[in-house]
């Protein structure tokens, strides 16, 4: 028997944990092995009105893995140097489609957000599920896709070649892994048809059914796999919006390839396909 009940929140990402209790999901092994399996199987897991502490936040990541510090230019709260904290205060905004780290060898793989201020209205957040973005391609679409590969790029010191589709580290599933903030183009196709291709993949991930757009309250916790899906902060709001986010540690994304021969998804490493 389950200990979590959970309910679906879209058609195809997401669900919501009913009635979360922390003290639980902190100390009972059993508990936090279903949460990360919840995740896997659905992507993105919501935990209304859980409102931990910045040292519960850091424990509550750590049931996927092992938490690590922000990056050096990213702001902390003050006094925990696991939390990040994005107040929109000072200016910070993610107002487009992206995974969080495309433009290192190595992403993270999940991510714990608590919202801290919120506004009266707007602020939402919208996830989109990546590997439902890949399964809706045409066959000749996933067929041109086969051994591409993306630059991601965030500056001189912070870039990245990754493959177009990639496997999931731990259920094998493909996933569309190119984004509107991050990646540059599709480095093994002539210019026109990446410029052309790119931008289709773009919009084709941000297609609203593959979404889930949660309304925030304070103390909600919105918990995504980084690898499969992408996400949007509205930036539609008034007033103050403050958030904070441990990233969970990760690996390097291989490329997804279908053996034809088993008719099952693996990972490969060694070239196109």
């Excluded at 209304?48 to 936040?57: A, G, M, V, W």
Aim: negative net charge; aromatic residues 6%.
């Amino acid at each position: 028997m389950n200990a979590l009940e959970l309910r679906p929140v879209s058609g195809r990402i997401g669900t919501e944990v009913i009635n979360p209790n922390l003290e639980v999901l902190l100390a009972d092994d059993d508990v936090r092995a279903e949460l990360h399996r919840a995740l896997l199987d659905h992507h993105l897991v919501v935990l209304r009105n859980l409102d931990p502490t910045p040292e519960e936040h850091v424990q509550l990541a750590a049931a996927f893995g092992d938490p690590i510090a922000p990056e050096d230019h990213l702001p902390k709260r003050d006094g925990h140097p696991m939390v990040c904290r994005f107040d929109s205060a000072v200016g910070y905004k993610a107002d487009r489609w992206h995974t969080d780290g495309t433009f290192r060898n190595v992403v993270p793989s999940a991510a714990v957000l608590v919202m801290r201020t919120s506004p009266a209205t707007g602020g939402d957040t919208t996830w989109s599920n990546c590997s439902a973005a890949y399964e809706d391609l045409s066959d000749g679409m996933k067929s041109l896709l086969k051994g591409r590969k993306a630059l991601h790029d965030q500056g001189p010191d912070a870039k990245a070649v990754h493959p177009v589709v990639v496997a999931h580290p731990e259920t094998g599933r493909p996933i569309l892994f190119v984004n509107d903030i991050f990646t540059r183009g599709i480095m093994n196709l002539p210019p026109d048809e990446s410029s052309a291709v790119l931008p289709f993949l773009i919009r084709h991930v941000g297609r609203p059914e593959f979404t889930y757009r949660h309304r925030w309250a304070e103390g909600d916790v919105v918990i995504w796999d980084n690898r499969s899906t992408q996400h949007y902060a509205l930036f539609d709001f008034e007033g103050q919006r403050v958030v904070e986010r441990v990233h969970v540690a990760g690996g390097p994304m291989v490329a997804y390839r279908l053996d034809r021969d088993r008719g099952v998804a693996t990972a490969a490493t060694d070239g196109p396909w």
